[in-house]
């Protein structure tokens, strides 16, 4: 189904979030599978911001496989786990990134992490609340698959970007991954990008697929947001431990991406919080103003 076809209440869905009366902007990026690139594009997209002015926090939400840190080759000291253990505060393991970004990062090849109870898991999100960064943007890199850590990240944002490739088992995973969100959790509004197309029209062909799906069994709405070509200069990037926009600032993808920012910047900030963990980012919802 096309943006055209929405709900009287989908104004309502997401989460406005407020740091001393600012509005922030709270961005999932999911893909179902892994290796749709997802990573690649939080990255680029979150610098592509800073670039116009934006500040920008990136949260890796892959609790046991985080990678956002390698690919940006920065020194990690301590990351969400030691928040987890209560060993130091959110704050503490923020690290700077490029273009003034921030960045949480999580920890890497730590099974507990990556198997979270609901009472962890929620103390993690809780953890926001003592967050004193002033961002306009948090972009949040969620693991691949339908884990709960997914579900909840994706419930607690305003927005959800959905990755997809054109690949038999990435529109699979990606209308899954959808068809729980909206059935099982109440979701209904879905943003898309086609990563690695060949031209623009295979991007909006990738789309067409995914909504001819989704029209048929689902009562959602999906946006298309946009393309990024395949660009072999996303692999050197990657070797390289930099980002494409950065590096390559001209090249195909980065162009791309750019367009995409653009886009995200114009995306309207819902005006009352919706989900089972509307306590995300606590102090940050409230703008530390509510009696």
């Not at 009287?8 to 179902?32: E, F, H, Y």
């Not at 956002?68 to 000291?77: A, N, Q």
């Amino acid at each position: 189904m096309s943006i055209e076809k929405v709900r009287s209440n989908d104004q309502a869905n997401g989460l406005r979030i407020m740091k001393n009366q600012n509005p922030v902007k709270v961005i999932s990026v999911t893909g179902g599978k892994g290796g749709v690139g997802k990573s690649n594009i939080t990255v680029n997209i979150a610098i592509s911001l800073a670039e116009i002015g934006k500040k920008v926090m990136i949260m890796d939400a892959d609790l046991g496989l985080a990678n956002i840190d390698i690919m940006l080759g920065l020194r990690v000291k301590r990351n969400l786990s030691h928040v987890i253990k209560g060993e130091c505060s959110l704050d503490d393991v923020i690290l700077d990134g490029p273009k003034g970004i921030k960045i949480i990062p999580a920890s890497s090849g730590t099974k507990e992490m990556a198997q979270l109870s609901e009472m962890e898991h929620a103390g993690l999100i809780r953890a926001f609340s003592d967050l004193s960064e002033q961002i306009d943007v948090l972009i949040v890199d969620t693991a691949a698959g339908i884990a709960d850590n997914v579900i909840s990240f994706a419930q607690a944002s305003q927005d959800l970007l959905v990755i997809v490739c054109d690949e038999p088992t990435s529109i699979t995973d990606a209308y899954a991954l959808i068809k729980i969100l909206s059935t099982d959790h109440g979701l209904f509004r879905f943003r898309i990008v086609a990563n690695m197309v060949r031209t623009t029209n295979e991007g909006r062909e990738l789309f067409a697929k995914l909504t001819k799906v989704t029209d048929q069994f689902l009562d959602v709405a999906l946006d298309y947001v946009g393309a990024v070509p395949f660009d072999e200069n996303v692999r050197k990037s990657v070797r390289k431990q930099q980002a494409l926009v950065t590096l390559y600032p001209n090249s195909t993808a980065s162009v791309a991406m750019k367009h995409i920012a653009a886009k995200i910047v114009d995306w309207p900030i819902p005006r009352s919080a919706k989900g089972n963990i509307e306590f995300f980012m606590e102090r940050l919802v409230q703008g530390g103003i509510l009696d």
